[in-house]
């Protein structure tokens, strides 16, 4: 079984990072930290060391100075639930899930989950079932349908469903084939640019300016990541896109945020001069939307030469599913759900559908059922936000990292050349590789209970210089 150190090196260095970096860090605190089948805690742990380690790394480019990275697991376990802990007000969140959202039974006996938080996908699952929106009325439709049957109609008319497979399962398909040959994150050089000046700041990416064009978790986290060590991140969404809005409170600490109407010719042209002042593009869209919109990697890099951009999706950017839409919750089908059935109850995880998670971690259905942990895409991994407060604390050898007393010295060393395209394994493929070891281990303990913790809420940060744009951004 590896440690969270040997997971971190894994990590560091499937990315290209130098292995003598990690002596600076140190790991401590012991799991189980929450009751999984799966090191979600060593997980957590060693994902957030990581980026604390690379915002260490670009800071003594910047600045010649070395810095300590200490994570501990319990930290790092709050950090990646930190939307539970989010108070507006000091109330909590509203419940999580949709009523109809959830695991139900197919006619051949096999279990789907449906993920409807969203009213044009919960509108397309009951097209496809010819039922109303209500659980009963679900399930009886469902007797109709064989599980796989539905998971394709369902993608096929802009729903998001998936049905539950084990890893054997999963990993026999096409797709699961395709995701295997890839590394962890992939980095590819895909157009020429003269090297750029570190512009002046106190923070390891103060200056650097980030579009994020993402939504609900996984692309929202990556930019909330490149905020907390500095980045001006501008959040740009569609006028007419629904959203969480207390999951966009909660990743979207320390950003800036407006509307632009890529569907239009007036909102692209909005977006290309974005695009032209910044240094690195978010998305967390499949591969091809935001293609056919003007805004490939390459695309981006014609019109700012030497630009990131990084692309996030459920499946990968590779095989039969690069298309298709996903969250987190049904890329647990692929395998960890029914891994998670088998270790809290010793039977087939198809038998787990009384488990289904809300705001708490935990829905338990006629009182059955064994908590089920949420897992993160490790290649976005959540770090301490704006109070800076949890999770990383990423030392000097005399100040604390998020000092502001800092100057920022050889602030004319090269950052950037060439334009980058950086893209993630998908999320079972990344997850699979960083939790390699998944037995049980034992009889989970009870979970700690964090006390609640106010988080900054709807409060920017007042450190982003002007991004000018036209007058309807």
């Not at 497979?165 to 590819?188: G, M």
């Not at 647990?332 to 198809?350: C, D, L, P, R």
């Not at 100040?399 to 602030?411: K, L, Q």
Request: proline fraction near 6%.
């Amino acid at each position: 079984m590896q440690s969270p150190r040997e997971i971190l090196s894994d990590i560091w260095t499937s990315a290209g990072g130098d292995p003598s970096a990690l002596d600076a860090v140190t790991l401590t605190g012991e799991a189980p930290q929450l009751p999984s089948s799966f090191r979600v805690a060593a997980a957590a742990q060693a994902s957030i060391a990581a980026t604390g380690l690379a915002a260490a790394q670009v800071w003594k480019l910047r600045s010649g100075q070395s810095q300590d990275v200490a994570v501990d697991m319990r930290h790092a376990v709050v950090e990646c639930r930190s939307e539970r802990y989010l108070r507006v007000d000091g109330r909590p969140p509203p419940p999580t899930w949709d009523a109809i959202a959830g695991i139900y039974k197919t006619r051949d006996q096999r279990f789907v989950r449906l993920h409807t938080n969203f009213r044009h996908h919960r509108d397309a699952v009951c097209t496809v079932l010819n039922c109303k929106p209500e659980r009963d009325d679900v399930q009886a439709a469902l007797m109709q349908w064989d599980a796989e049957a539905l998971e394709t109609a369902a993608y096929a008319a802009g729903g998001v469903v998936a049905m539950m497979r084990s890893h054997e399962e999963w990993s026999a398909l096409p797709h699961a084939k395709a995701l295997a040959e890839l590394p962890l994150v992939s980095i590819e050089k895909i157009g020429e640019a003269a090297p750029k000046p570190w512009p002046k700041g106190d923070r390891p990416l103060a200056g650097l300016r980030v579009l994020d064009l993402s939504r609900v978790i996984a692309g929202p986290v990556a930019g909330r990541t490149l905020a907390v060590h500095g980045a001006d991140v501008l959040l740009i969404s569609g006028p007419d896109l629904p959203a969480i809005p207390w999951l966009t409170i909660d990743t979207g600490r320390g950003k800036l945020s407006s509307f632009v109407e890529l569907k239009s010719e007036q909102g692209r042209d909005v977006f290309r001069g974005l695009l032209a002042q910044a240094d690195i593009v978010s998305q967390g869209y499949r591969p091809k939307s935001i293609a056919a919109l003007g805004f490939s990697p390459e695309d981006a890099a014609k019109i700012n030469p030497g630009i990131i951009s990084v692309s996030l999706s459920a499946y990968g950017h590779v095989g039969p599913w690069a298309e298709r839409r996903g969250f987190d919750s049904l890329v647990q089908s692929t395998g960890f759900n029914h891994a998670e059935g088998q270790a809290a109850k010793g039977i087939a995880g198809a038998n787990a559908r009384s488990r289904h998670r809300l705001s708490d971690g935990v829905r338990r259905n006629d009182g059955e059922g064994a908590p089920v942990a949420r897992r993160r895409q490790l290649a976005c991994p959540r770090v301490a936000g704006a109070d800076r407060t949890l999770a990383v604390e990423s030392r000097p050898r005399r100040r604390r990292f998020y000092n502001r007393g800092f100057e920022g010295r050889n602030s004319d060393a090269l950052y950037r050349g060439n334009s980058i395209r950086l893209r993630s394994a998908a999320i079972g493929q990344a997850l699979g590789r960083a939790v390699i070891d998944t037995g049980v281990l034992g009889a989970p303990g009870n979970a700690a209970r964090q006390p609640s913790a106010a988080m900054a809420g709807a409060d920017v940060i007042g450190r982003c210089r002007t991004w000018r744009a036209g007058p309807n951004l």
